[in-house]
């Protein structure tokens, strides 16, 4: 009996976090669905053809391509970005201060970094379903125009991680959720208006300019355009992609840190 | 009952759990201070002590989820430091708040939680069906866990807690907040529990809950321990076997605590937790009074010692109609004069702002020394002594916010 009860310990830890997760989106679900669906086509129909079609009308052009075709990696990138962000922010909160669920997974032989890697696991997870089902639509709205473009999921999902990582650290610190408001109103919101998914940032004025490409959405950005219009520049690519792990890493040893430090008091 | 058959396991020296110089910092702040104990196997061992006294810090250094500051701590023969998920798998855990997953069904609750300690699937739901019958919540196995009741959850926890078949249960403050029904229930299957061997370590601040439930216990006070031993030892050890409480009048009691006060300011009472070698069972010490009468207001009948002084006499207070049935105290007397009497009648006593408690071997026999030396108090009351008063002897009266 206590051999079946006590069994060797399993070499993730972290998947039983992520059990949690699925446990709980399956209850809830149906929404997550049905935005990620609706969202991409909203935007999509609202500004890729609607703005676009005004744009073309007067017989422009961004870089070659229509508006749409322009518009609809950006977008991707950013609904990556939105959508990790949250994910690591309410949910992450209510873990360590509502529900206190860490508490409870601490009582067992999980620690701290098993929690980590599996909430990373279900944000990566959450990332694939958003990012594929918004190249389905864009594929639909015929706004892919290389084979390499199916490669934009991947780049989406980096995108998404490279802000769920530091925002998981950012919400560990926190005691209520008005810090939420901040950090959308302040940092998200215009990151998402200024990181050229709208329009490309040489429009910007000229000091703003390297604050954009400091920022991890441009580098996601740059990535899904390149790989969905097929005009990827490799010496590029190789940067948008290190500077989106650097974010990644960095985000990882906050969240780590902080969580310690918010749980095992 | 598979779920419910422990195996212990314990560490060479037999213990448990086993601390010596046991201590929690938090910056300036020494939430625990060099505590020594040591839990057997099979036990029901309590940690008693007022809000603040480090019992919620010890727990969570012996749950593994809070580093050791100083001193020597094993638990079930290893060290938090270097073993944490290996102790963590042995142990089961109910926090001081809820931390179910609210939005997942009862069963969910166990089959999630069971999954964190990797146990098969299959397993978790043959346990989880004896253990939802043992807490009585088989028929809201499918039911979420948002709006069951505080008794309904706190059973929850605790069939959580076993899913593991740990064998070391902790409990910190296992039914605060539960109404009487609630608590009976959940001392009865805590009982069992204990009968089938687990060792079971809790917190509680409620008497009848340690009295009900623990084989051994210590008293927390201020970051130490003030007191060990079995919930009779220590009735015996600290305080006498019965008490009598008298209510005089309001006018009598208020004069008689303002002169208590007075003549314990003369003398230095000793309101420091008392170490067991410092208690002297028999003595007429009369204190503490860190309790003022104007702060009387948690439960306690607000009264304000008039302003004749501790000196006037009784006669006076009541102005001209002052009599035995007035005062409830022999014209003419001080309220000097009725301590006194009150200490001569007991082996200790022990002036409240509301009521008089006499510390005596036989109450009955106090009872009628009292009504001997002339003294009608409103009402006299002789009961057993209890870990209450216990408690209240190692801790003081200060109320602790």
Known sequence: MSAIARPAPSRLPGLHVLEFNVAVYRRNWRGSVFSSFLEPVLFLAAMGVGLGSFVSSGGGTVGGVSYLEFLAPGLLAAQAMQTASGEAAWPILGRVKWDKTYFAMLASPLGVGDLLVGEIIWITLRMAMVCTVFFGVMVAFRAVLSPLGIFAIPAGMLTGIAFAAPIIGYSARLNNDAGFNALFRFVITPLFLFSGTFFPIDQLPAFLQPIAYLTPLWHGVSLTRGLTLGTIEPALAVVNVAVLLGYVAAGLVVARVSLARRLVT | ?401
Request: glycine share 8%; aromatic share 4%.
């Open chain 2, 1 to 401: 009952m598979t779920a419910l058959s422990p195996t212990h396991r314990p560490g060479a020296d037999g213990a448990v759990v086993h601390a010596r110089g046991l201590s929690k910092r938090f910056g300036a702040l020494t939430a625990v201070d060099a505590v020594d104990f040591d839990v057997a196997p099979g036990e029901a061992f309590g940690f008693l002590g007022p809000n603040g006294a480090g019992k919620t810090s010890t727990m969570r250094m012996i749950g593994c989820v809070s580093p050791v500051t100083e001193g020597t701590l094993r638990v079930l023969g290893m060290d938090p430091a270097t073993a944490g998920p290996r102790i963590r798998a042995r142990l089961g855990v109910v926090p001081q708040e809820n931390t179910l997953d609210n939005e997942l069904t009862v069963a969910e609750n166990l089959l999630i939680h069971g999954r964190y300690f990797d146990l098969p699937r299959g397993l978790i739901r043959q346990r989880a069906a004896e253990l939802l019958d043992f807490v009585q919540l088989t028929e809201r196995a499918k039911d979420e866990v948002e709006p069951l009741s505080g008794g309904m959850k706190r059973r929850l926890t605790i069939a959580r807690a076993l899913i593991n078949e740990p064998d070391l249960l902790l409990l910190d403050e296992p039914t605060t907040g539960l109404d009487p029904q609630a608590r009976h229930l959940l001392w009865d299957r805590l009982y069992r529990l204990k009968q089938r061997g687990v060792t079971l370590v809790l917190t509680t601040h409620y008497m009848d809950e340690a009295e009900q439930l623990c084989d051994r216990l210590v008293v927390m006070d201020r970051a130490r321990i003030v007191a060990e031993g079995s919930p009779r030892e220590l009735i015996d050890r600290y305080v006498t076997r019965e008490v009598l409480e008298l209510r005089f009048p309001a006018e009598t009691q208020a004069a008689l605590y303002t002169e208590a006060v007075a003549a314990s300011e003369d003398t230095e009472p000793d309101v420091a937790p008392l170490t067991p070698h410092e208690v002297e069972p028999v003595s007429a010490v009369v204190g503490p009074y860190a309790l003022e009468s104007g702060t009387a207001g948690s439960g306690r009948a607000d009264v304000r010692a008039p302003d004749n002084g501790p000196e006037s006499r009784w006669a006076a207070l009541d102005g001209t109609t002052a009599g035995e049935t007035a005062t409830g105290v022999p014209e003419g007397w001080s309220a000097g004069e009725l301590r006194s009497a009150l200490e001569g009648s007991s082996e200790r006593v022990e002036i409240l702002p509301d009521r008089t408690l006499l510390y005596t071997s036989d109450g009955e026999a106090s009872a009628a020394a009292v009504h001997e030396r002339g003294l009608r108090p409103d009402s006299v009351l002789v009961r057993r002594s209890t870990l209450e008063d216990v408690f209240l002897r190692l801790t003081g009266r200060r109320l602790i916010d």
